[in-house]
């Protein structure tokens, strides 16, 4: 009783910090406030847990889930480097690679972007995920299915996205362009895919989350003995949950990871754009 | 209507990319069966063929390539098996039978309707709440943008052990299969709707807020009477997005958690047993219900609007 006790006034007090905080005028409190609410409910969790003693094949506390982490950390890199570094990376530069080339491609042709684009946004909607025991018939149970996956994944998205992105530049901007004597490449590489950049990040942004879920799905329709998702669905079978918290945790840091690595490219490449000003 | 012709041709171009697949994805099967029936075909054995690119196959063996569309069990099927066979699912079964598309499509869409009806309210909810309460604003939405890159597959087997052990399915009178597949399925549309209301509710600027103000409005009004008319719009142009990986989720939630109906779980006794125009069929299923789910929230925007008297 007194965990929980002790987990709910934790809760208050964080609760109160972060009311203060986001009063006051500091910096600091974009980062610190989400920090502590985490915080707090990781603290809530664990009191809740151990306080009304719920079975580990239920809910494992968060501590137990950090100590098998630490002492599975082999098991977890060698399905990390098969389902995400293999699977979803591989995968996810393919598609995107593709995409983008398609989509300098089919701006050449106004027609066939007329119809491309709503054709791409609908599949965009689909399910795609759905491909995935198609792709484990064509390319086997290793990474490449995966990939394939991942690739018809994230293809429509960033499609979609760049083919809107290279119309973005402004007819007064090309007739610059014009003016100056530039040619349909000089235009492309100078005008048209800069400004295109913040749609395409929009678009590979999208695409990194959709990765890693396809990468993972995939493997529930077949997969050698490791990988993330063959991991998961044997450890639920044989009731190790503390495994199956760090496997998440694990999909969880990558995910973010990944989302994270693009955002800094993004604003590497397209530090003119209004969004990436920083705050006053 | 302008852009009907372009997008034919498209469709017309992928369609033939298809049928021209067909032929170098199945020649290995169509020489097998030829092989079988005696005709000649080169190579002639089949460890022979296997060894041997199936483009090469295809040049060498022109005359039997007529029969890439029509194999059954074929790595590729080709168009119209699959329409084939997506007919027969849905209009040559009672919907009630257990090999009617239409008997797992139901049960997938349901969970689909389950898990947008969750994922508005908390989505709206929480909208409210980081609008209306700056320290929701800092403490919860960076979360919000974080639950989006955890892949929610990896927790979908978890969402499954924890409510079948709440009993939340018991206690709320419906199948834990579902409870557990909405769940999902409102964890990925939710967020949707959470950026599109937070967008919308904002969206009244000062000089209306003002007026509202010398109006004596009370807080209430003022959000019934502006911020919420004035963030449909942004609701509507989210709900497509929301819906769309709402049937995403309720797919991917019948994957892991040992459901046996549904479009997902179709897909899944299809990729088990071998049977890839059942796999196609129910990827085209939800294809055509994805398609209906959104046309039907455009439906609902016309709606709408035309009540509240917007001029398109």
């Known amino acids: 009783m007194t965990a929980i006790l002790a987990a709910i006034a934790f809760w208050l007090a964080a609760w109160a910090t972060n009311v203060a905080l986001s009063r006051s005028r500091m910096g600091a409190a974009r980062t610190l406030t989400p920090a502590i609410f985490g915080a707090a409910i990781l603290v809530l969790w664990e009191g809740i847990v151990r306080g009304l003693g719920v079975p580990e094949v239920i809910l494992p506390p968060p501590s137990v889930v950090a100590v098998t982490f630490i002492e599975r950390r082999d098991i977890l890199w060698t399905d990390f480097v098969q389902t995400i570094l293999k699977g979803a990376v591989t995968g996810y530069i393919m598609g995107c690679g593709a995409a983008l080339v398609t989509a300098v491609l089919i701006d050449r042709s106004p027609f066939l972007t007329r119809g491309l684009l709503p054709v791409g946004n609908f599949l965009a909607a689909l399910p795609i995920v759905g491909v995935a025991p198609i792709m484990v018939m064509w390319f086997g149970f290793g990474w490449q299915s995966k990939a394939a996956v991942v690739f018809a994944m994230v293809f429509f998205p960033v499609l979609v996205n760049a083919v809107a992105g290279l119309q973005a530049s402004e007819p007064m901007q090309r007739d610059l362009m014009r003016t100056y004597g530039a040619g349909y490449w000089t235009t492309l590489g100078r005008l048209r895919i800069p400004a295109a950049m913040p749609f395409v990040f929009n678009g590979l942004k999208i695409a990194t989350t959709l990765a890693v879920i396809g990468a993972i799905v995939a493997e529930f329709f077949g997969s050698p003995t490791r990988g993330m998702g063959f991991r998961i669905s044997t450890a639920v079978g044989s009731l190790a949950l503390p495994m199956v918290w760090a496997q998440i945790v694990v999909a969880a840091l990558s995910g973010t990871a990944f989302y994270g690595i693009v955002v800094w490219v993004e604003s590497r490449i397209t530090f003119w754009h209004p969004s990436q000003r920083r705050r006053a | ?312």
């Not at chain 2, 499954?160 to 018991?170: C, D």
């Not at chain 2, 990827?283 to 055509?288: D, K, M």
Request: aromatic share 6%; charged share 15%.
């Open chain 2, 1 to 312: 209507m302008r852009n009907a012709r372009p997008v034919l041709a498209v469709l017309a171009v992928l369609l033939g990319i298809w049928y021209a697949a067909c032929i170098p994805m199945n020649i290995q099967e169509v020489l097998t069966t030829a092989a079988r029936a005696g005709a000649v075909v080169i190579p002639e054995t089949a460890p022979e063929r296997l060894a041997t690119s199936r483009f090469v196959l295809v040049a060498e063996n022109l005359d039997h390539i007529g029969a890439s569309w029509s194999v059954d069990r074929a790595r590729l099927p080709s168009p119209e098996q699959v329409l084939g066979e997506l007919w027969k699912g849905i209009f040559d079964q009672p919907v009630t039978s257990k090999r009617s598309l239409v008997y797992h499509g139901m049960i997938t869409l349901q969970a689909t309707l389950a898990g947008l009806a969750l994922g508005l309210v908390v989505g709206v909810g929480l909208a409210m709440a980081i609008v209306y309460f700056r320290v929701m604003d800092l403490s919860v939405m960076p979360w919000a943008v974080i639950s989006q890159t955890i892949p929610i597959v990896a927790l979908a087997p978890m969402i499954v052990v924890l409510s079948n052990s709440l009993g939340l399915g018991e206690r709320l009178g419906i199948e834990n299969r579902l409870v557990s597949k909405a769940i999902i399925a409102a964890y990925l549309s939710f967020f949707p709707v959470l950026v599109g209301m937070i967008k919308g509710l904002r969206s009244p600027d000062a000089m209306q807020l003002d007026l509202m103000r010398t109006w004596n409005a009370t807080g209430l009004q003022e959000f019934s009477r502006l911020r919420l008319p004035a963030s449909l719009p942004f609701l509507f142009a989210s709900l497509k997005v929301a819906v769309a990986a709402s049937l995403v989720g309720a797919i991917v939630g019948e994957l892991p958690t040992g459901a046996i109906e549904g479009l997902g779980a179709r897909m899944l006794v299809a990729s088990q047993f071998g049977q890839p125009l059942l796999m196609w069929a129910s990827l085209f299923a939800a294809a055509i219900a994805a398609g209906g789910l959104i046309l039907v929230v455009g439906l609902l925007q016309r709606f709408v609007d035309n009540r509240l008297g917007v001029r398109s």
